[in-house]
């Protein structure tokens, strides 16, 4: 998580390459426990460079199949070890799938974004 810098009110936020080393072991470890997961991508702020002092790391998740409601999905997943807050999507292949081929802006944005680490 953020620190403070020694004795001072100022917090030192992560960097990207350090947020991009925890997320790849995240996904490793996801990829470990969770055999539906096939993909897992970062957007968002840190994908994009443009992240600053507050900003959490949006992560996107495609698993093959889920019985679980779209809402509940990231309940599943164990998201400690990471630097900063952070939030998680999980799609099905098939929901992500239909996204795209609908043009769906979202989808959009983070299959042109996206720095996909699994």
């Not at 470890?29 to 993909?39: G, M, N, S, V």
């Amino acid at each position: 998580m953020p620190v403070r810098s020694l004795n001072s009110s100022v917090l030192i936020w992560p960097q990207r390459r350090a947020v991009e080393a925890a997320v790849r072991e995240l996904a490793a470890r996801l990829a470990k426990a969770h055999p539906e997961l096939t993909r897992v991508g970062v957007f968002g702020s840190y994908a994009r460079g443009d992240w600053g002092v507050g900003s959490d790391v949006d992560l996107i998740a495609i698993v093959r199949h889920s019985a679980r409601p779209f809402a509940e999905r990231p309940l599943d997943f164990d998201l400690s070890g990471l630097p900063l807050p952070a939030d998680l999507m999980v799609y099905t292949e098939d929901e992500w799938q239909a996204m795209q081929k609908a043009s769906n802006p979202f989808a959009r944005m983070v299959a042109e974004t996206a720095l996909w680490v699994q």
